[in-house]
């Protein structure tokens, strides 16, 4: 989510404002299960009214519709000021001036129109978003009530917080001192209260990262930087724990990695 919001950001102002001349689909696999002619027509001829994110989607909404986009793992955009466009493709939107590309080698983003964003059904299922006034300790507290799974995969389901990753729910999770395979019912008050400030914090660090520097679109080698050194235990398996000095471990937890310090997670 970190990531999604900060191209949402830096990509409002470069095409606000703009029409799209007209929509070129490269490789028909990008809008599945949409057909090419659905997304073209939806969004050519269309002036783009703002840049939203909601959970990990991001999307332009136009002054009718709105074409969504997911990034999935390596999803791209790609901005091209004059002349043709060079390199992978999947998806470009054509202006007066430049073009706006959407970019996935391995092919597992996809861009959509839709006439609203809660006809995407993944959009129409989502919980609610940490960053926002609503994300309250208090709500939390009843949604961890309501569930009996590990904590970590509770973490991950996006019906229940929209946009919270795998990555930054073992974050999270080593922030508030907890076992990622703790039942979320049997949390205690005070857990909760510290697993609540670890979502919080870290997503806004993590955006922070992902803001300094922001996206630079007209560079196609441009990627996120810097999010490594916020990291305590993803992808450190092994590794000395920052905070305590113990040794990170790894697990599967519904077909994902999960991080921890056994010493200082209980």
């Given at each position: 989510m970190p990531e999604v919001e900060a191209v949402a950001q830096s990509l409002r102002p470069l095409v606000c404002g703009r029409k799209i001349r007209r929509c070129e689909v490269v490789h028909k696999i990008a809008v599945r299960p949409q057909k090419p002619a659905t997304l073209s027509a939806g969004v050519a001829g269309r002036r783009i009214v703002d840049v939203e994110r909601r959970g990990k989607y991001l999307w332009l909404r136009l002054e009718?519709?709105?074409?969504?986009?997911?990034?999935?793992?390596?999803?791209?955009?790609?901005?091209?000021?004059?002349g043709r466009m060079n390199g992978h493709v999947d998806v470009a939107l054509h202006f007066e001036r430049g073009t706006l590309g959407f970019v996935d080698r391995r092919h597992f983003g996809r861009v959509n129109f839709f006439e609203a964003p809660q006809e995407q059904r993944g959009i129409a299922r989502l919980g609610v978003e940490p960053l926002e006034r609503t994300f309250t300790c208090e709500r939390l507290t009843r949604m961890l009530r309501e569930s009996q799974r590990p904590v970590k995969l509770f973490l991950m389901d996006q019906g229940r917080i929209a946009g919270l990753g795998n990555i930054y729910s073992n974050e999270a999770l080593w922030r508030a001192r907890l076992d990622p395979r703790r039942k979320t019912h049997r949390l205690k008050e005070a857990e909760t209260r510290r697993?609540?400030?670890?979502?919080?914090?870290?997503?806004r660090?993590?955006?922070e990262c992902c803001l300094e520097p922001a996206p630079n679109f007209r560079d196609p080698e441009w990627w996120f930087q810097g999010l490594e050194k916020m990291l305590g235990v993803y992808g450190r398996e092994g590794k000395g724990c920052r905070r305590c000095g113990g040794r990170i471990r790894r697990i599967e937890q519904g077909a994902r990695s999960s991080y921890f310090c056994p010493g200082c997670q209980n």
């Open positions: 009718r519709g709105v074409m969504v986009m997911h990034f999935r793992l390596d999803g791209q955009l790609v901005w091209f000021d004059e697993l609540h400030k670890g979502i919080v914090d870290v997503l660090r993590a955006l």
